[in-house]
């Protein structure tokens, strides 16, 4: 009689494990001073804290008011006029896909992720005033404005960024144009944008100023003289 037979291995079909899904890159370009874009930056950043593997580094872009201005033009012509009204000041992005503002970031955060943001609006808005000034800082530029009124009335200011590590003559000689601070040329000109007017206007074009002599775009009067290297006009 035979004896019993030694037990023998199921066969097993070996399976190819599933290669592992690649991590999330999520992105926020946004206007720097604006209290939205540090909600999305912090979303963004809470993700990568809380689930490591599942997110790459977030990032993070801030832009100055006419980047932003120029990002949304770009975007709309890349999304075929789908944002053709953008009201907030910062977009987030899934992998490239524009997922929407910092409040439908931080939903689909709590949607997906389970993270909730007990953040009060005031911590942003501080947070917002700490990150304009370093972010002003570190781009070693320095900023002049200039009130702006039509018939004598104010309608608002405009702020310069100069790139000093750029052209150092022509901005110093705007930024001193700006404060007054020069006093009078030597041809006895008041070295001052204070009451100049801009000469030519160009409808959803551009606007023309900086004649201080004669107002008319054909002259003027730098810190240095009538003309200066570098420049064939001061209008």
């Not at 001052?192 to 801009?198: E, K, L, Q």
């Not at 074009?205 to 006009?233: C, N």
Request: glycine fraction near 8%.
């Amino acid at each position: 009689m035979a004896g019993p037979q030694p037990c023998q291995p199921r066969s097993v079909r070996c399976r190819s494990p599933s290669p592992p899904e690649p991590p999330l890159r999520v992105k926020v370009v946004g206007l720097f001073k604006s209290a939205s874009f540090q909600i999305a930056k912090s979303a963004a950043e809470s993700l990568k804290n809380t689930y490591p593997s599942k997110f790459e580094d977030p990032v993070i872009v801030p832009l100055q008011e006419f980047a932003w201005d120029q990002y949304l033009l770009e975007k709309k012509r890349e999304l075929k006029n789908e944002v053709w009204e953008y009201s907030s000041y910062v977009m987030c992005f899934v992998n490239d896909q524009l997922l929407g503002d910092a409040l439908d970031l931080q939903k689909w955060a709590h949607k997906i992720w389970d993270i909730i943001d007990f953040r009060p609006p005031a911590l942003y808005e501080a947070l917002t005033v700490d990150f304009s000034t370093n972010f002003l800082r570190d781009t070693k530029h320095d900023f002049v404005f200039l009130d702006i009124a039509i018939d004598f009335y104010p309608i608002g200011r405009l702020i310069f960024e100069l790139y000093c590590d750029v052209c150092p003559k022509t901005c110093k000689n705007f930024q001193v144009l700006c404060t007054g601070i020069a006093g009078f040329s030597q041809s006895g000109f008041r070295l001052h944008y204070a009451g100049s007017i801009f000469h030519r206007i160009v409808r959803n074009g551009w606007i023309q100023g900086g004649d201080i002599v004669a107002g008319k775009g054909d002259g003027g009067e730098s810190i240095y003289g009538p003309t200066f290297e570098g420049t064939l006009a001061l209008s």
